[in-house]
């Protein structure tokens, strides 16, 4: 199947600081992405969805300040957690859908730890 | 809005043995599609199986297959000849129809079942 590449696959971070989380597609290009985040022992619950050269649509809750979501090309797009605390603490999956295809394929996620 | 629900948190089942997991899932679509997702300890999310909802016929995957009751909005996941490497978190996720381009557009997930295959 194709590839999703997500980096860092660990992050740790002081209280306050900003941190980017990159979300590309290796072998294919994606019109839309997505952004999941899991707490433990959760299910993933989906935070944006980005669509290449336009703004990212976020779901009911999610602070858009906080999680800024770039989507600059049909490779990669990025998270950003601004002003990160310790409640931002959490893992962060990305998936990307092919432009004709039906099927999303997941990035290998990112766990941050706000300290 | 869609909501899926796995009743079970955790199952468990002999190697070579059958087990099966339950998900049930509410919306007032009549198209769309459904998911049965693995995540190992690796927390990578592989697609195990898909379902469109305006097919009839139950879809399979080899060791694989799905039970799916569109008027019960009931969707179960058989695995067959149970191996070690399927132990996993198990996740139920549903879809909307979006036309052309399909399913897997914004996925909505249940809260998943953990799979323990005992040797």
């Known amino acids: 199947g194709a590839v999703v590449s997500q980096h860092p696959s660990r992050v740790i971070c002081k209280s306050g600081t900003s941190v980017k989380i990159e979300c590309r597609s290796l072998?294919?290009?994606?019109?839309?992405m997505f952004w999941y985040r899991q707490f433990p022992k959760q299910s993933l619950m989906l935070m944006a969805t980005?669509?290449?050269?336009?703004?990212?649509?976020?779901e009911q809750g999610v602070e858009k300040d906080k999680f800024l979501i770039n989507h600059a090309s049909l490779t990669l797009s990025t998270l950003t957690v601004t002003s990160a605390h310790p409640e931002d603490s959490s893992f962060y999956i990305c998936s990307a859908l092919p432009g004709t295809g039906r099927e999303a394929f997941f990035g290998q996620g990112t766990r941050l730890t706000v300290v | 809005a869609q909501t899926v629900t796995q009743s079970q948190p955790e199952m468990s089942v002999q190697e070579a043995e059958t087990v099966t997991l339950s998900c049930t899932y509410d919306t007032s679509e009549s198209d769309y599609y459904l998911f049965w997702y693995k995540q190992p300890p690796s927390r990578q999310m592989i697609l195990v199986i898909r379902q469109e909802a305006y097919k009839q016929q139950n879809a399979t995957e080899n060791r694989f297959s799905v039970n799916f009751q569109k008027a019960a909005k009931s969707f179960s996941l058989k695995i067959s000849d149970s191996q070690l490497g399927d132990a996993a978190m198990y996740f139920c996720?549903?879809?909307?129809?979006?036309?052309?381009?399909?399913?897997?557009?914004?996925?909505?997930f249940g809260k998943g079942t953990k799979l323990t295959v005992n040797p």
């Open positions: 996720a549903y879809s909307p129809y979006e036309g052309f381009q399909g399913g897997s557009e914004k996925l909505v």
């Open positions: 072998d294919f290009q994606a019109t839309t």
């Open positions: 980005s669509n290449e050269g336009s703004k990212a649509t976020y």
